[in-house]
């Protein structure tokens, strides 16, 4: 690294970039792929790279490995691969909780080397509450640390998290700044850490096994059962109490000329599951829906409170089911619960604009947020990532609702697997990409491209829920984050940066300057995008292990790994909120599990990335 390094014009252009794009992410006052935008095009403008290179990164090797590891996770689960997971760890548990545990955590570990994290905790929700319903384990006591396990066993292939596919191309950009003399820094092959992350994921496969039942004591007032098939549940926790029963509007009922929102809104009024009109029948009708003199409502609530309502508004109350009888068959229809995720579509939307029922025939009943639960008035609830929905609906329905990826449902409800029947094509062409990525000197994007290709031929996806499989907004957050790592290396701005931190670290030993940058990388990604946390500090953990004679190597390897780590605010990793809803944590369990695992897994990474790294 060139001493004595002077902060140029292009430098406090950077710096000021840094800083807004920190800040963005933080406050989230902007979308974080708007401001990624916004970034890049700044960059653009200011000809911090040259403008030719600009959008790079959407055609890099990091964005094209991401898409193609989230066709094929959508491809494994479209076949039933996590529902024959689901069956093989009941079988070998044999009912005992802690085998039980251990398994869960070792399966969805092991698998999050191959697949995404965040898609993974999405596809094992169901997978924890079919086995938490069949077995009466609380659902709490499984899904934490099964998230813990799958950020733990991210670091083992290079493909399974964010800041792992981008390193490559962030030390790429860095060789290209290289100073003269300093020795080419070798990109990392599929498996280069599988110790590392090997190592990681034994030791939190280990902390859970002795510590669940004191980090996670099971609710006196739990069940233990998985929620959607208990109507008790549904009672106890949302206030959805009661059963279906049929209402016929008659002529001088004060319904008629309303539509069923205006309905809904009456006091005392039951919640409108079905309608029937004329001819046409229909579950979860659109809030618009008219109601007319003859008109047959399917509505819920206590018998008590039915026949109230129905005595207020000169509606006839049938003594048992018979237009609905077939459609609130628990075979076909019934209540589910489904998580809303940091990247669905539906944040920050009102659940009335989102048209549930038109859509796709879903009514939404309550949302739990925390320990708040919103019954009255939902239609007016703005959603946030974590809430839990209470939806009722036909399965069919429910399942080619779940397809959007805008909720994952977690509750276990009768449903086909999509394909089974392709499930070893899934599997073959899987194993493929793994194969070519770690025996042949095939590039990883064009690897891992080769399995997405073959599962469409194959048929096990099509083309549309291949386009739907993709995360579009990670893959835009990562593409233009990229130019910002670029500019830190070709400016100058990260060899700056490890001058000056070097001045007051640089009498620590290497393991005290390795600590610090693990830290640091550490505290940025629980305050912003883990992606934004590894394109700000890789370059500067690369040019600190230049000035100070350490290895790029490790330096680079160890921010990646503790951007990935983050284990205290469910905030900061979208798969700790997949699971906070659904499992009821609060913010307490997670610091409570996440502290100790933290600092050990710190220890673990740094004494293993030396001995991988000599």
Not at 280 to 306: N, S
Not at 364 to 383: I, S
Not at 583 to 588: H, V
């Amino acid at each position: 690294m060139n001493s004595g390094l002077v902060l140029s014009h292009d430098m406090l252009l950077v710096l000021g970039l840094l800083v807004f794009t920190v800040l963005m992410l933080v406050l989230e006052w902007v979308r974080g792929d708007l401001v990624a935008l916004l970034v890049v095009v700044v960059i653009g403008i200011t000809r911090l790279i040259p403008v030719e290179q600009l959008f790079d990164g959407f055609a890099g090797n990091a964005v094209i490995s991401l898409i193609a590891v989230m066709i094929m996770g959508a491809g494994l689960d479209r076949t039933g691969v996590l529902n024959k997971a689901a069956s093989l760890i009941l079988r070998l548990a044999g009912g005992v909780e802690t085998r039980l545990g251990l398994l869960i955590n070792a399966m969805a570990g092991a698998l999050s080397s191959v697949i995404q994290s965040q898609a993974l905790a999405a596809l094992f929700l169901p997978v924890a509450s079919r086995v938490s319903a069949r077995t009466g384990v609380p659902l709490g006591r499984l899904l934490l640390p099964m998230a813990f396990c799958i950020l733990a066993g991210t670091n083992t292939t290079m493909i399974s998290n964010s800041p792992l596919i981008l390193l490559n191309d962030l030390i790429a950009s860095a060789n290209r700044n290289l100073p003269p003399g300093a020795q080419t820094i070798e990109p990392f092959s599929l498996f280069a850490i599988a110790p590392i992350g090997i190592s990681l994921l034994l030791v939190g496969l280990a902390y859970f096994a002795l510590l669940t039942r004191r980090l996670l004591p099971a609710d006196e007032d739990s069940q233990g059962v998985t929620p959607g098939r208990t109507e008790t549940y549904f009672a106890e926790t949302y206030g959805i109490d009661g059963e279906v029963s049929e209402l016929t509007v008659t002529t001088e009922s004060p319904l008629v000329g309303m539509s069923v929102v205006e309905a809904e809104a009456l006091r005392g009024a039951p919640l409108i599951l079905a309608i029937k009109n004329g001819e046409e029948t229909r579950l979860a009708p659109p809030a618009d829906t008219m109601i007319w003199v003859g008109t047959v409502l399917g509505v819920l609530g206590k018998r008590e409170q039915v026949n109230e309502f129905a005595n207020l508004n000169l509606l006839r109350v049938q003594a048992r089911l018979s237009v609905f009888r077939d459609m609130f068959n628990p075979n076909r229809a019934g209540i589910a619960e489904a998580v809303v995720p940091p990247t669905s579509r539906f944040v920050k939307q009102e659940v009335g604009d989102l048209r549930l029922r038109k859509r796709f025939g879903v009514s939404v009943l309550a949302v739990y947020r925390g320990e708040e639960v919103f019954r009255e008035d939902v239609r007016k609830t703005a959603l946030r990532a974590g809430d839990t929905l209470v939806l009722h609906g036909f399965w069919r329905d429910l399942t080619l609702a779940a397809d959007e990826r805008d909720f994952v449902v977690v509750t276990d409800y009768p449903k086909e697997d999509h394909r089974p029947s392709k499930i070893w094509h899934a599997v073959a062409f899987f194993a493929l990409a793994m194969g070519l990525g770690l025996f042949t000197d095939v590039k990883l994007s064009v690897a891992m491209m080769t399995g997405a290709v073959g599962m469409l031929l194959a048929g096990v996806l099509n083309m549309d829920e291949a386009y739907r499989a993709v995360n579009w907004k990670t893959i835009f957050t990562l593409a233009c984050l990229i130019p910002l790592g670029w500019a830190m290396d070709s400016t100058g701005t990260a060899a700056w940066i490890a001058q000056e931190a070097l001045r007051y670290l640089g009498g620590l030993p290497q393991w005290g300057l390795q600590a610090c940058i693990a830290v640091l990388a550490l505290l940025f990604s629980q305050v912003m995008s883990n992606v934004g946390a590894a394109v700000m500090m890789v370059p500067m953990a690369i040019n600190f292990a230049l000035a100070s004679g350490g290895n790029p190597a490790a330096y680079a390897m160890i921010v990646a790994i503790s951007t990935s780590n983050t284990f205290l605010i469910p905030a900061a990793s979208p798969v700790l909120l997949v699971v906070a809803g659904p499992g009821g944590y609060t913010s307490r369990d997670f610091l409570r599990a996440g502290l100790p695992l933290t600092a050990l897994l710190l220890v673990v990474m740094l004494v293993a990335v030396n001995l991988v790294f000599r």
